[in-house]
């Protein structure tokens, strides 16, 4: 099938010319040009408060007989801030074992995390996903009364069969329980079982939800994501990673941010990587993200869930977040230690990381 | 197709006379009775209402608008009874998207099968399990208040972690909302995802949960299941088999009864089965099950979830179920038509079947 | 542990005889025999040599430098027979390392099975598949060359989008290259990630492999078990299933005979199980599958392959089945100790085993 | 579309030039640089033949009735080099159906190859792995007598049970055959199913494979990818990435190449693809990437196996590569029409692509 060539050189000479109009590098010296895709603060659009850059999706304290300690997130709050340099949180997402609370006690800590974040947090984001459609509507509209920055929602797991019109009427139920907060669709094949590409559900999203914002992606597969980034060139969208441990290959691919729970504890970290990363400097991003590599993988290889990211954060926080609630169980002491032992040892690395 | 009703009720006293002779526990140690773990009502017990035979996974009915349809209880009742010869329901399970209900819908559901069931049926069955912990105890104390037959609980699925003791930790702190209320634990590994035994749960929960009474066990790992029997030797528990489509190999395994959607339509021939199967008739037992299977085998091979149950029970027993709620969406008319001619071409069968 | 070789052979005389007064096919049409799809030895067909009851998936033995060790075959031979009461092999399949082999090697192994087997085993099933259609075409004419007496092809699984009409394609290539030899499909989607359905293969194969004989069924699925069980009303074909430790299950859906590394070690328990159920006789035949469940379990809890199937067949044949070839690795002595040691604490179970 | 060779060959000199100037150990020391672990031609190590860049997994061309078609191979390599700009290969792996042909096919084609790419091709890479380790050893062997340019090895997958150990002495004593020969690792997870990380084989191979030059790494684990990245810092082995669709995340990551069928006719687009991200020009490393991305995420949703494969590069390339062998089918006409009607589609983005 060979092409007329001479047509195409001509079409070629075309397209590059309407490319140097767009010149890559004027962006990621300025700041003002949108289309790069990158997680510069600020190089995209036109909104004050873009969610961008690194979200901690936040663990729910709790206290030794598994209730929710609502008096640490002030604290909390300030240690994302002061120590890690994190200025927006994920409520009662899956890091925040939402699911495993009662609609009741959802609604105190989104109400607790937009009170001490007043004027210290760029975006309180709460999950209001939830299995049962008429609960999840409910926790919409409550966060839209409270006045949060924006709402997320999975995608309902229990049912495997979900296609995507199905799954677009029930994003679009619970999101005009709340019409004027941004919306976020939560994207996590992995833990929900739903393998319906987030490419596919863009186009319904933009056309259904008025107040669609953007993506929170954790899943490995980067073709779906680059053809999410693909769509997403003049930046309408935040589009952000949340597989922390490969985050720089997301960038690379289009992110325009993060969210996820390592945030909490590995913020001002990941925060050098990306202002690297948006310099060209990739030698220093490399560095950092293999630094971080090396305590996740170490983590990931001695069974690395909630329980275990809410004793990591205790230890290096210093605010006691307590257990979890049923069916999981506390990490055991004896990974405690070897992460300990773990983050001393990180003789290259740990400075970078804490 | 009615039933001849006193003919049934004599053949029901007959079966309990018969039972009386067989003494599960001689069976067992004489080795010379052949029916020692079959699913013939009363073959095993003392207590006078045990849980066995078919129980219906019911389906909740909506209205067109994806609204529980109570007002349809009452008939749906009666049609298990006098049509399907099905005498115990299994309520808000996952056929019934329990799980895609409010905590209000469930009780309320809950409610209306209880009082429209009494004194027709045997055992209204009510599954509470959740995966908030606080939310699922909220609903066992409420079942144990309006005085259900039993409880059943589902393992939490959201987080796939879940260990041994945690998860008795879950069903232990549920089932002691309702402590005089039989407590039957949900197995279900290929939807929840949670891998662990039933055999290993058993000892945990006989000993820390008096209320403990039996399993809903819908997996096709029969050698778990088979060790669940062997444990299972003076009858003292209820092993449900919940694999509708395979039964006659979980009856030979031991199953004292079975829990499924399936006997919301074919529970006559399933009830022949079972009986030709504690007869020793293997060639009426075999002939039953075969013919069973080329429905479902066509059925499931079409995609068969909770939308086309509703669908399969709306066209066979003339009730209408209604569509499923989101995200769930309803069968097709393709579906419904394919199923039509499938029950009508069945000639060998189909006798057999309605 | 040497069985009394008369009462044996007198056993054997008995079955027979009771085998002529079952007519299959007057249990199907009369409804009044009550096992009529049993594995009861000859209680089908019309051919002298028809393949049923226990085949035992041979183990090959290797040397310590993981060499085959062809030299022990012969004692092999006379331990099936005389000690299990096994008569018929399956060799060079999965429990074989059929595939870890050179094709030369398969070769020597399929002529000393022959050679060893002749007069004392019925049948001689090698297995002749492979991942490459010439190689296993090699395979099977070479099997029809020595006198096998069957092959049998897995579906090759390297590729997983494999169809169903490329499948029969190429075991038809296979088959036609021994075409006076009968043939038997392979079926375990757990191990090979096909997932056809077997009666979906049934009806290709019944028309284009004028050769075909029987499955291998290695699968839990008993919903397309019994499919094709129905479609073998008059027992023209062998449906052999493969998970040994729910046997039970499948005699009552219509296996006619098994194939498994168990028989090798357990085969007599099998037998008499076997035995009970045909006599209609329950009790017997769940007092020994529980307790053939109760070792299983265990093993298979600690991590069940073929190098711990080659450990324990050393352990009880006294036979040196020496270690598996690379990829994989021998046994642990902690595994050995406590095979040993479960072996020895069966109470009330050994004497049903060994 | 022919390349001007002469400006090509240009390019390449003063790449090397540049590429001297580049030491990789200052850069990640002084992390001045930007471009650390790049995929720049050249910018890494001492050996003048180190494998890099681009390396097409070349699909293996077949007549009609499936046999291998040697004649097309000189073709193949001439528009590989003139047309791509590709100059490596990577023959007999997944693409090459490789584990369907004999051994003597499979010598034919490495000898075929390394024939017709004589100083035409940098890199003719062999792929010998097999099921069973004397096949493997056989093939290493003849590899290193035809003076082919490097060996590499996938896990045998049949048995999953494989451990580190175990894999790391299959794959020495194929190494082993070949002592000369670079050796190289496939390690591709989604297909063998066997789990286990690069990283961890990497120390391993590193000590006991004295001939070990890199990996071939075809997952979306971009953690481990990093992890094996970060043991790379002197650029002493090849990391060669194998998903194809999502390369830009990869190199991101420390990629110092890649290995994958697109390469066949997408060679031109990565290349340039390639040198943008080494220049740091992100714009256009990411358009070419959204453009290749959107054409593979199309044919991925069809169903996009070697068979398709096949037929794309016989319509794009224009040489006959014909049918696959059994087990797998050919691509629908339908499949091609639809390629054929998306390349022309694709106006924004297919003078990138061919």
Redesign the interface.
């Not at 490995?220 to 779906?224: C, G, I, Q, T």
């Given at each position: 099938?060979?092409?007329d060539?001479k047509a195409?050189k001509r079409?070629?000479e075309q397209?590059r010319t309407l490319?140097e109009a767009?010149?890559?590098?004027d962006?990621?010296l300025s700041g003002q040009v949108s289309?790069?895709?990158?997680a510069l603060p600020g190089c995209s659009m036109t909104s004050q408060k873009k969610l961008q850059g690194l979200v901690a999706a936040t663990v729910t304290p709790m206290t030794q007989d598994r209730e929710i300690n609502l008096a640490v997130i002030g604290q909390y709050v300030d240690y994302l801030v002061n120590e890690q340099g994190v200025r927006s949180v994920f409520v009662n997402g899956?890091t925040g074992e939402g699911?495993?609370?009662?609609?009741q006690?959802r609604k105190q800590l989104a109400e607790e995390w937009v009170a001490k974040g007043k004027e210290k947090l760029d975006h309180v984001i709460v999950h209001v996903g939830a299995?049962?459609?008429?609960?999840s509507k409910?926790l919409a509209k409550h966060a839209a009364e409270i006045g949060v920055d924006g709402i997320a929602v999975i995608?309902?797991?229990?049912?495997?069969?979900?296609?995507k019109?199905?799954?677009l009427?029930?994003l679009r139920?619970v999101a005009s329980e709340a019409p004027g907060i941004p919306f976020y669709y939560y994207h996590i094949p992995p833990?929900t079982?739903i393998q319906i590409n987030a490419?596919e559900l863009l186009d319904g999203m933009t056309e259904q939800i008025p107040s669609f914002q953007g993506v929170k992606f954790s899943d490995?597969?980067?073709?779906?994501f680059?053809?999410c980034?693909?769509k997403n060139s003049s930046g309408q969208f935040a589009l952000l990673y949340g597989v922390d441990?490969?985050l720089?290959?997301?960038?690379?691919?289009?992110a325009t941010g993060a969210v996820g729970s390592t945030y909490n504890y590995f913020g001002k970290a990941n925060n050098v990587m990306m202002e690297a990363f948006a310099k060209?400097?990739?030698?220093?991003?490399?560095?950092y993200?293999?630094c971080i590599?090396?305590f996740?993988?170490f983590v990931?290889a001695q069974?690395f869930?909630?329980p275990q990211i809410k004793a990591v954060m205790s230890l290096v926080s210093g605010i006691p977040m307590g257990p979890p609630?049923?069916?999981?169980?506390s990490a055991s002491e004896e990974f405690v230690a070897k992460v300990r032992a773990k983050l001393e040892g990180l003789k290259n690395c740990s400075y970078h990381l804490l």
């Open positions: 099938m060979r092409l060539l195409e079409r070629r397209t490319v767009c010149d890559r590098r962006c990621l289309s790069c895709s990158l899956t699911l495993s609370l009662s609609i006690e299995l049962s459609l008429p609960e409910e995608a309902p797991s229990f049912f495997k069969q979900v296609n019109d199905a799954l009427a029930f139920d833990l079982g490419e490995r597969n980067l073709l779906d680059g053809r980034a693909a441990e490969q720089l290959s997301a960038l690379a691919m289009g060209g400097d990739f030698c220093t991003a490399q560095k993200q293999f590599q090396e996740l993988g990931i069974g869930g909630v609630r049923l069916p999981l169980s």
